[in-house]
């Protein structure tokens, strides 16, 4: 019995292997579970690649109650904004307005209509109350897809420069302002 | 969380689609988006084959029935008629939605394990059975002696 290779912590080692494997997985789905709670990780994220690029060419017509804006808008400014897609048929866009309007003074958000007839984007926003410096409309959803939109809500914040400096495709969460968005853009400001 | 376009009346859009699955091998539900150039029009499905699409996220942009779906291939579309190359497309797409987009991933380091895992399995496992296989049996015990096979009787008749 002595050559038996197998000795007692060679032995306990590989008892040991699929506890520390099991140990280690559920770590893993233990972190992912908790970023989804604390909105730093979210399974469904697309992973666009816009993150520190300009923003893409684009000239978007009024919606009304605002104005329509280009490229060559966003890339003239001097402080950041963020842009926000949204729609009227949109259910989390309607949870993130309460948002968006309490952020209004401390942000110039500009909006973008995705896909939506003018006077259900006009109704949406006159219920909701409007949290937008300007609104314009893609109405064939193009623009969108030279931004990496992937559904609506999706929102961009852009700095000076028109460079896009973060982005998410979840509804935007008081968190979210706090933690990420705000730090960001009072970092970005001149 | 999210809203896609799809969500519209999207029970009755599933419906409609299981319904009508056998009768439509393509998504492309409109013949007025097809190209009219056959050959195009091939090169432009086999294109959206490899497209995924975001909404459905398992299904191409050739088989899914979402709003974004049939705008990508609106696009693609264009692209082709444009005299564009595959590879130009696949770029531009790409460039756009990152590599999530491509239901192939394409080889590299973030995609290495996935690629290599089959021959890794493979070499792992050739590795455990040479390692088992390698080790020597352990030797025969050797035989009894006269004292030995003595008390062996003995226990075997005292039972």
Known sequence: MSDQPSSPTRRRLLMAAPLVVAGGVGVGFWRMLSGMTKGSFDPHDIHAPALNRPVPDFALPDQAPGTGFSAADLRGLKAPVLVNYFASWCIPCVAEMPVLNALKDKLPIWGIAYKDKPEHALGFVQRAGNPYARIAADHDGLAAIDWGVSGVPETFLVGPGGVIRWHTASPITEAMITNTIMPLADSLKP | ?159
């Not at chain 2, 859009?13 to 439509?24: I, M, R, S, T």
């Not at chain 2, 394990?113 to 080790?135: K, N, Y």
Request: hydrophobic content about 45%; overall charge neutral; some cysteine.
């Open chain 2, 1 to 159: 969380m999210k809203t896609h376009p799809l969500r519209r009346g999207g029970l009755i859009a599933l419906l409609a689609c299981l319904f009508f699955a056998p009768l439509v091998a393509l998504a492309v539900d409109d013949p007025s988006e097809m190209l009219p150039d056959p050959a195009q029009e091939q090169r432009a499905e086999a294109i959206g084959a490899q497209l995924r699409c975001l909404v459905c996220q398992n299904e191409s942009i050739e088989d899914s029935s979402a709003d974004l779906a049939r705008d990508l291939r609106h696009v693609v579309r264009e692209h082709v008629a444009k005299g564009e190359s595959n590879q130009q497309i696949m770029d531009w797409m790409v460039n756009r939605y990152g590599n999530f987009i491509r239901l192939k991933p394409p080889f590299t380091i973030g995609t290495l394990l996935l690629w290599v895992m089959p021959l890794l399995a493979l070499c792992i496992g050739i590795g455990i059975a040479w390692w088992t296989f390698r080790r020597p049996r352990a030797p025969a015990p050797p035989p009894l002696s006269d004292e030995e096979r003595r008390r062996l009787s003995d226990l075997t008749e005292t039972r």
